[in-house]
């Protein structure tokens, strides 16, 4: 049972939208910053959105992320069949002193 | 060009130890926090622990499944991190990455390639 809490798996059609959410407590994402990570099959996982909104250097403006309260959201604009891959959310949490992760979301691009 | 390339890993014994290491280049590494994260077979990512840099006094926190058999380790002369594995058990079966990390905001930003650490009688 992950402390964060994402849906198994999200769908959609190429070149639509998908957002992923990650729901967490004061604890975690209402008082530290989110991260998410990209894990194509097989591969490390990648950086894709730290400090809850930004986008490491030669990550695509197609993926954005946001952050309200004890939530967090992950966009993916112009769905690619390259876009599929598992991808988690991240952070720090003070009462645990610890980094937690979500359990992890299977995108699926129809 | 930041590379991390993880070595020693393998299988060994119920109760057996392991140390794993992390060569760094194309940063500072003097000035890098350093973490380790594991995804066990089919599963998610879990965060083991870090190191900070010897200036924010070299301390570590580890995840309580962990504590006090894995021990985190750096060596700067050697633009080298380790990880140290004792007692271990069957559910520490898992493809173990090292990781650079943005210490402000606790992301990690750069990762190795992954070693695999196979516990098994």
Known sequence: QSVLTQ?????????????????GSNSNIGNNYVSWYQQLPGTAPKLLIYDNT???????????????????????????????????????????????????????VL | ?????????????????????????????????MSWVRQAPGKGLEWVGHIKT???????????????????????????????MNSLKTEDTAVYYCTTVLRLVQAFDFWGQGTIVTVSS
Do not use: M
């Open chain 1, 7 to 23: 849906p198994p798996s999200v769908s959609a059609a190429s070149g639509q939208k998908v957002t992923i959410s990650c729901s």
């Open chain 2, 1 to 33: 060009e930041v590379q991390l390339v993880g070595s020693g890993g393998g299988l060994v014994k119920p109760g057996g130890s392991l140390r794993l290491s992390c060569a760094a280049s194309g940063f500072i590494f003097n000035k890098a926090w």
């Open chain 1, 54 to 108: 930004k986008r490491p250097s030669g990550i695509p403006d197609r993926f954005s992320g946001s952050k309200s309260g004890t939530s967090a959201t992950l966009g993916i604009s112009g769905l690619q069949t390259g876009d599929e891959a598992d991808y988690y959310c991240a952070a720090w949490d003070s009462s645990l002193s610890i980094v937690v992760f979500g359990g992890g979301t299977k995108l699926t």
């Open chain 2, 54 to 84: 010897k200036s924010d006094g070299a301390t570590t926190d580890y995840v309580a499944p962990v504590k006090g058999r894995f021990t985190i380790s750096r060596d700067d002369s050697r633009n080298t991190l380790f990880l140290q």
